[in-house]
């Protein structure tokens, strides 16, 4: 069976009734004959594996957090000697105080370094807080970097781990819906400075991605819809007509909002929708690693525009980013800020005649969906001027000027500066008059 993203599911997704996955791969890995362990009947699992580039990296998802051991086996790690954990600590585990229990499930073993939550947090002090943990715990070169969190968690380590003596080992645990579609897999890494978003970054995709539902089951409403924004942007340019409309039906109904959503057993069905975006994802920057401005093969592009295969995932993003700078980094979410990006591209897409127009009020009504009503407040308080020139100063520029990626009929497309956009881009600054209704959706 091929699924539409070209991977096989038959090769990519194992499912051993009732036996613990972790377990499994752990027997497996370490060349032992041992019993597995036995996890609760019913333990959803799939696995997929990637190549970025010259570094391989596997997604494994299911429904219980694994354990340490289950990291360590899965990298192909012997597991450390109980008494050599101490001073030369195999690894190093880093949290914010909102996944420190995560963490606690996770590993009493190794040393756990908290950092405060949230985008603030993403600075060079956190990453240097963390070089001076894995050294004061005596981690070589192949100490093993674990990232239990959201976005700012998981970036803020990555980068860390790929300068760490040149780069050291590194696994993600993802526990926000947002870290599991998008921020965790592909390899960027980065920091905010100056006020700019991820200024300094590298590539550095994670050797083992781990994504557990039991982690969603605390994430309130507000971040579970900034996941959904992320979501529902991979959904459009996915080109599949079937993840577009399940994601939509879900939007549409709102089930999310129900009290008590988060702790049923709805999380669990995110599994194969997390799944789906995480293989779109992974198709796209398994074709462009390293969002090469030269390369302009492959996946849904135009080619005669020189794109980039991976600057699609960027739809929504230009306008989005634009946003978060004029507000000041944090008081939206990244979410928040992709939904009325993906919004106002899906307007641009429309007037440029290039998203069906159907498609196009489909988008603009869904986004909407995923904005609380104080959204509209803030976005009173945006100064149109700061707006325009943070969008014109995008950082994904080409020849000095940022690219749009819109909603197509099949998918999303990539499109240079014109005068039509400039015209858009004037208009909208102008739009930010003190009046959110100016932005309908
Ligand atoms: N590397 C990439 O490709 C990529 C892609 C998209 C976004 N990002 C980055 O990701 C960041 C946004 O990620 P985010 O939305 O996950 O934000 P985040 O990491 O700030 O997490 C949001 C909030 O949820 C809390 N939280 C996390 N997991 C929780 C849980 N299970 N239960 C309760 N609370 C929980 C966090 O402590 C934080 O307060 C941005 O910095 C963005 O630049 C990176």
Redesign the pocket.
Known sequence: MVSNTGLSLSQSVFRPPGVCFWSFIFCVTSGRVKKPRLRPKGFLLSRHHFQFGNYASSVVSGKKLPRFEDIFSELGYKLPEKSAAGKTAPGLVVC????TA?ARDITNELPVLTLP???AA?TWQSVETILRAARNNGLGRDGLFIGI?????C?LTAFAASIYMRGAELALVP??L??MV??AV?G??GFDLEGL??LAGTFYPAKAVFIASE??K???LR?WK??LA?LFKTAVLSKDESFFEELRRFIETGGFENPGFTNSETTEQFLSLIEKAVLVKGRIVEVDPREDLNNAAGFGMDAAAGGTERALLNLGHTFGHALESALGLGTV???EAVAWGLARSAELGQQLGITPPKRAEEIIRLSGRLLDDSFGKVICRVNGELFHTALLSDKKKKAGKPRFVVPSSEGALIIEWNKNIETYCNSLAARFSGNSALFPG
């Open positions: 914010d105080k909102n996944t995560l939550p949230g985008e993403k969190g959201g976005g700012v968690i970036d526990t926000t947002l870290c998008d921020a592909g960027k890494t978003k991820n982690a969603l605390t994430l309130p971040e900034s996941g992320e979410t990244h979410g």
